[in-house]
């Protein structure tokens, strides 16, 4: 077994490799409600002037925020590519975007109203350095939102199948060490974010769970999940190819008229900066 990549070299190797991929596939899927992941979560940390993102990839958070009358808009990431996609965004033309990392955030002390982080708070590492991060550029009383997945939410839905079929690989690409560990289990968890945010600095989370529904072809289905799941880098590609052929064929057995359902679960939790930290 060889020793796994540090996450973040890892993350950053993905990312630059699939750009704009991860809001390409969250973007089409809708709540019932009928709004993107993404806005929904925004109408949870509601308006606010000078927002920092935690990484933001290619901007499309930032775009909401730009388009809800954010004056100041911030965003940081492990990815140039990525950050490159957002740059190429009008809305963002005056966006201060960092290619970095959260454990370490360039700006000021008090400088934004909110810091949210979708999909990617509970990849980080040390997330105790980020929230103390956080808590730093923080006005007092300021706002903090993560939005982290919580996987399939239906059973019998394609995501479930293609769990199914994948998660051996998965295991097996782990125990050859090509995998590194995409955080701990606590940022997944209410306990868990409120026992890394209280020593920072912040009130207990107020939690909710969204879903998010798809109807794709199963082409398409797969796509998104190759773009998504950061372990299927790590599969070999002619494991990759049989896999491919299994969930196509499986896939096909779920769908009507074409089209396979999927869900996913996304737990958005928010709080405020009531201390000083630690
Ligand atoms: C799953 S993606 C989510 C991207 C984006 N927030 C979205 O929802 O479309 C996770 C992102 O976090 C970034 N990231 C992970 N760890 C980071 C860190 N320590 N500092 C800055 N960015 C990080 C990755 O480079 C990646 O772009």
């Given at each position: 077994m060889t020793s796994p990549p540090?996450?973040?070299q890892f993350l950053r190797t993905f990312h630059d490799h699939h750009p704009?991929?991860?809001?390409?596939?969250?973007?089409?899927?809708?709540?019932?409600?009928?709004?993107?992941?993404?806005?929904?979560?925004?109408?949870?940390?509601?308006?606010?002037?000078?927002?920092?993102?935690?990484g933001c990839a290619d901007g499309e958070l930032l775009s909401?925020?730009?388009?809800r009358g954010a004056h100041r808009l911030a965003g940081i990431d492990l990815s140039l590519n990525e950050l490159a996609f957002a740059r190429r965004r009008p809305e963002l033309a005056n966006a201060e975007l960092r290619l970095g990392r959260a454990q370490e955030l360039p700006?000021?002390?008090?400088a934004f109203d909110a810091v949210v982080s979708h999909m990617a708070f509970m990849v980080m590492s040390d997330p105790e350095a980020v929230a103390a991060e956080a808590a730093r550029v923080l006005a007092p009383g300021g706002?903090?939102?993560?939005a982290v997945g919580s996987g399939g939410a239906e059973a019998g839905d394609a995501i479930e199948l293609f769990r199914s079929l994948a998660v051996p690989l998965?295991?097996?690409?782990?125990?050859?060490?090509?995998?590194?560990?995409?955080g701990d289990r606590r940022p997944r968890t209410r306990e868990g974010l409120d026992e890394i945010l209280g020593p920072a600095g912040f009130a207990p989370m107020a939690w909710e769970r969204i879903t998010i529904r798809h109807r794709g072809t199963p082409a398409r289905v797969w796509q998104d999940n190759v773009a998504t799941f950061y372990e299927m880098s790590s599969v070999p590609a002619d494991e990759v190819a049989r896999l491919r052929e299994r969930f196509l064929a499986e896939a096909e057995k779920l769908a009507v008229d074409g089209v396979v359902p999927w869900a996913m679960g996304i737990d958005v939790a928010t709080t405020r900066l009531v201390g000083a930290g630690a």
């Amino acid at each position: 077994m060889t020793s796994p990549p540090s996450t973040e070299q890892f993350l950053r190797t993905f990312h630059d490799h699939h750009p704009g991929k991860q809001s390409e596939s969250i973007r089409d899927v809708l709540t019932p409600g009928g709004r993107t992941a993404y806005e929904t979560f925004a109408d949870h940390v509601g308006s606010a002037e000078r927002v920092l993102d935690l990484g933001c990839a290619d901007g499309e958070l930032l775009s909401i925020f730009a388009a809800r009358g954010a004056h100041r808009l911030a965003g940081i990431d492990l990815s140039l590519n990525e950050l490159a996609f957002a740059r190429r965004r009008p809305e963002l033309a005056n966006a201060e975007l960092r290619l970095g990392r959260a454990q370490e955030l360039p700006w000021d002390a008090g400088a934004f109203d909110a810091v949210v982080s979708h999909m990617a708070f509970m990849v980080m590492s040390d997330p105790e350095a980020v929230a103390a991060e956080a808590a730093r550029v923080l006005a007092p009383g300021g706002r903090f939102a993560v939005a982290v997945g919580s996987g399939g939410a239906e059973a019998g839905d394609a995501i479930e199948l293609f769990r199914s079929l994948a998660v051996p690989l998965f295991r097996a690409a782990r125990a050859k060490g090509l995998l590194p560990k995409f955080g701990d289990r606590r940022p997944r968890t209410r306990e868990g974010l409120d026992e890394i945010l209280g020593p920072a600095g912040f009130a207990p989370m107020a939690w909710e769970r969204i879903t998010i529904r798809h109807r794709g072809t199963p082409a398409r289905v797969w796509q998104d999940n190759v773009a998504t799941f950061y372990e299927m880098s790590s599969v070999p590609a002619d494991e990759v190819a049989r896999l491919r052929e299994r969930f196509l064929a499986e896939a096909e057995k779920l769908a009507v008229d074409g089209v396979v359902p999927w869900a996913m679960g996304i737990d958005v939790a928010t709080t405020r900066l009531v201390g000083a930290g630690a």
